[in-house]
């Protein structure tokens, strides 16, 4: 069922970088967080650079959910609602608060990152009810964009979905009801600068809308600093909560009040077991939950961000940066070698946690390496994505990474990889 | 953390109704679908008469989940998207489908039963695009109501609410574009008659949409043959996924191509890892998809499905009827006796599988009953709900419930609840 690991250390006059990697281990011995990945169930052998894609598996999750699977159902039953089912989600939203500089109470873990697009944006709209355009960048993760335009779609003549190619800030008018932009972009790995672009959305009177789902857990995030408007992410990249975790939602405490879903489920509801005729919504962001949420994976993804209790998200910060530069440093000698072009922002200041680079063998290359354990992934048209998730990738990690990649592209293994089927790994 | 069962045999001197436990017990023992129960983690004590509320468990689902979590999520990683991941909810749809009358392919398992509701309720609309009208019975569950509702404001002037009281085919007309009833209510058990309604919905020229939460898993459904247009249903009741498990919907055949759903999430996309510019909606019911499902609450339900793999619809409808129509006969007694109201209809054919009883201090009788093992629920103002769910449900659990509802009636001891915290169970 495992992989089939046939990433083996090469002898030393295999090695195909300068760099000695008796370096990196020196690094790991000196990384404060490199007893982290002890909590992390991961084969030794394998580098795992798909973090951003699904995280690693804590391994406190697997007890705790045998708990909620054999005692909470199986034994408690029904009575499990009252305590700990109805407040699950606050659990986990007050642990993911810390991480991106948002009160306790002002996030909702809830549905899907899609779903919570939908909610957010109909809120935008309808506290800006005299603008008409919904401003999206153009480069976002095409959820974003479809969710936008089925949302504008629905409403018909109401509201226009506006693309910017580009800046979004020179895209804003008076018509901009509410902009939604990825924080990090899942392709290139582009950091916004999320201070600037909120005041000059702000300063065109329009709400902003921020996907964190490529940051949350990796880059220290200050939502109320930034004075921020809304915001989602996803529970299962950094965050680590399992295969489709529920996603969570932030809605600045200014705007509670007056912010509605056109999700109204009972569990928004101001007294859920009222059963009501009229729907009232919750006081907060209790108002954003719709129907029953999918026990089982929000109490992985609770136990899950236990892992970043004691952690400062500033050294996590650090540690991603000091990886994917690391990363950069090792492969650079590559990108005249073999035509890559890295489609990532070199500054690490202006990136989130990941190395992209462009090749026209991405695919073959990416399936290569694959076979030999290092675990990247593939987006169209030819990027290779290398994530680097600082709770649990080791700098010796990055450089096995780069010496397998070197040595993939000099050998030209990866040509035999060109004609196989699209893998389908996200 | 189990429950205090307090539940003890009675001795035959204190047996407060006539019918003797061993005719009970004699049911049992031929009862074909006997044991079906021994695949619940169920102990023996416990009276459960709650799993329309929250299904048992499912015994294999604790070893099916710690094989998603340790091998699929911890070994295999990113890859398990390929194979089982992507296929999963499939899996789970094409389960159901046979349970409710529908093809395999016509069923898809996403979200929650709001979330659901929405999308057909919004497809609806579109297919009808000259009327103005979602017709629903004032008497479903709160959340159908609310999305209705929700909908509606998002739509503005276009749309309208309606909200029929009693028979629903007096309130149609040819404004009407959708129609929106629980098959069976979640507050008196009363049988919707599916055919009969279907059909006067597509003679007055609208769709309709059935909300099967109540009688998925426990009425023998005929989606195809009553020619249904919509469905949604619940996971967590009847089918036993575990708490919050993903809903299902259904989508005629006939209607799969033009359906759309205004939540236009990337797992509805016809070509996923193209992350095409466009949102192009998948073929079939695939389309209704959104983001990404939470891969361990779907592996549990897919898991608790298995249990009805052997099983026919038509002797779990006919067992289901058989429980309720016992506990009506015992506990006929109390009607005259304690002023209480038998709010299901009581001809078996009319409701389905849970009885509801008025009674003033119905909440105090609910708290004593749990505190003897006998786990029914209440619900506002007045009504206490008792479910049959005839996969783990003995005849010998009827007559012990009734019994202890004899008891507690006649002696008073409910009097003692009266004043203690609302409970908030589902």
Redesign the interface.
């Known amino acids: 069922?495992?992989?089939t690991v046939r990433f083996r250390m090469m002898k030393s006059e295999e090695v195909p970088i300068d760099v000695p990697r008796e370096q990196f281990l020196a690094f790991d011995a000196q990384d404060p967080l490199a007893e982290v990945r002890e909590r992390f169930?991961l084969?030794d052998e394998l580098i795992?650079l798909?973090g951003n894609?699904?995280g690693?598996?804590p391994k406190a999750?697997?007890g705790r959910?045998?708990h909620t699977?054999?005692?909470?159902?199986?034994?408690?039953?029904?009575?499990?609602?009252?305590d700990p089912?109805?407040d699950l989600w606050r659990s986990a939203g007050g642990k993911i608060a810390r991480l991106i500089g948002a009160r306790g109470e002002d996030v909702a873990v809830a549905?899907?990152?899609?779903?919570n697009l939908?909610k957010l944006l109909?809120s935008g709209l309808d506290l800006r009810p005299n603008r008409r355009v919904v401003l999206i960048d153009d480069s976002d993760?095409?959820?974003d964009?479809?969710?936008a335009?089925?949302?504008c779609?629905?409403?018909?003549d109401?509201v226009t979905l506006r693309r910017a190619k580009g800046d979004l800030r020179r895209a804003l008018d008076d018509d901009v009801a509410i902009v939604l932009s990825s924080h990090a972009s899942y392709l290139t790995g582009a950091l916004a600068d999320m201070r600037a672009v909120t005041h000059a959305v702000h300063e065109a009177g329009a709400l902003m809308l921020w996907d964190l789902s490529h940051t949350a857990g990796v880059v220290d995030i200050d939502l109320s600093g930034c004075d921020v408007d809304f915001a989602v992410g996803c529970g299962?990249k950094y965050l680590s909560g399992?295969?489709?975790?529920?996603?969570f939602l932030y809605v600045a405490p200014r705007l509670q009040d007056e912010a509605r879903?056109?999700?109204?489920?009972?569990?928004g509801?101001e007294d859920?077991?009222?059963?009501?005729?009229?729907?009232r919504p919750a006081p907060g962001v209790e108002r954003f939950q719709?129907?029953?949420?999918?026990?089982?994976?929000?109490s992985?993804l609770d136990e899950a961000l236990d892992v970043f209790e004691a952690l400062d998200m500033a050294a996590i910060r650090a540690k991603s940066q000091a990886l994917s530069a690391r990363f950069l440093e090792l492969i650079e000698p590559l990108i005249d070698r073999h035509g890559i072009t890295v489609t990532t922002p070199i500054e690490p200041q202006d990136r989130g946690s990941q190395i992209s680079l462009s090749h026209p063998d991405g695919y073959a290359v990416i399936r290569a390496l694959?076979e030999r354990g290092v675990?990247g992934?593939f987006?169209?048209p030819d990027i290779m994505r290398f994530g680097f998730a600082p709770l649990y990738v080791r700098f010796v990690d990055v450089w096995d990474a780069a010496a397998a990649l070197t040595d993939v592209l000099d050998s030209g293994s990866y040509r035999a990889e060109r004609f196989r089927a699209?893998?389908?790994?996200?």
Chains 1, 2 share one sequence.
């Not at 199986?74 to 609602?81: D, F």
């Open positions: 069922m495992g992989f169930v084969a795992y798909d894609s699904l690693a598996l999750v697997a959910l045998a699977v054999e005692q909470e159902w199986g034994v408690r039953l029904v009575r499990s609602w009252n089912w109805i549905d899907s990152v899609s779903v939908f109909a993760f095409p959820t964009r479809y969710v335009d089925g949302l779609n629905l409403l018909g109401r299962y399992g295969p489709g975790a529920p996603s879903t056109p999700l109204q489920g009972w569990l509801h859920i077991f009222a059963f009501a005729d009229h729907y719709c129907g029953t949420w999918p026990v089982l994976s929000l992985a694959i675990i992934d987006r169209m699209r893998t389908k790994v996200t």
